[in-house]
């Protein structure tokens, strides 16, 4: 791909190394001039001070899962259950990818007053809300029993693009202590992608729910019924 880009382009002399490792690094070390890398976001070129060259774009790539439909509706205990693990996974991870953790130290007269509070702010608000929950402290007796002080843990998911305006905001509403976390998986309901799997392959999704192997095998075994029916059905041919 990059013999062909560079000859379509018109460089006469180009020498194409192969490199292990952190490639952004090559030209801070004088081992290339410019490199050749796949970019999802680009904030790795950033972060190494190079930037992509005009014109430099070559193609763009996706990641496809490739299964067979036979396969599928046939061996449904082996491969459903693993096929249905992979896409959540592979959902769960693109969507944490786009979020932070934010952890923060609040003063409040009870959790809902903090929660109210933070949800007020543009940025605060979370997934679905904020996680707020009391911060014990020893009450500085012999007894060391823990007590509360009025202090909450508040916990939000941030979008990555937000982080610094939404850390501001947080700290004007008297956030402390402040800890930023990244996320590895977000899971949520089923995942869309393998909604869409079972309606081609023609499984029922409540019953795949529960169990979607046993739900392959029973619609394979109901058009294994059919099948057969049909063939009493039909008129004998001589």
């Known amino acids: 791909i990059a013999k062909r880009f560079f000859d379509q382009a018109g460089f ?25 890398d796949l970019v999802s976001t680009g904030v790795t070129l950033k972060e190494n001070n190079l930037r992509e060259i005009e014109g430099g774009h070559i193609l763009d790539s996706q990641g496809v899962l490739v299964a067979n439909r036979r396969s599928l509706l046939e061996r449904p205990g082996q491969l459903l259950p693993v ?4 896409l959540e996974r592979l959902d769960a991870h693109l969507k944490a990818e ?41 009450d500085g007796s012999n007894s060391g029993a823990a007590t509360k002080h009025g202090f909450y843990a508040c916990v939000i998911c941030v979008a990555k693009k937000n982080l610094y305006s939404s850390v501001k905001s947080l700290q004007k509403v008297g956030g402390s202590g402040v800890l930023v976390q990244p996320m590895t998986y977000i899971f949520d309901e089923e995942p869309l992608r393998w909604q869409r799997l079972l309606t081609q392959l023609g499984v029922d999704e409540a019953a795949a729910g529960n ?25 004998a041919r001589r």
């Open 83 to 86: 096929l249905h693990e992979l």
């Open 12 to 36: 006469e002399h180009v020498a194409l190394l192969t490199a292990d490792g952190a490639l952004e690094a090559a030209p801070a070390m004088g081992c290339a001039d410019i490199i050749l």
């Open 98 to 138: 786009q979020y932070y953790s934010v952890i923060a130290n609040m003063r409040g007269e009870s959790p809902e007053a903090v929660a109210t509070l933070l949800m007020q702010q543009e940025g605060l608000r979370g997934l679905q809300g904020p996680t707020i929950s009391p911060v014990y402290s020893l």
């Open 211 to 235: 169990d979607p192997a046993a739900a392959a095998a029973a619609m394979m075994a109901g058009n294994g019924a059919a099948a057969a029916a049909a063939r009493e059905a039909a008129p």
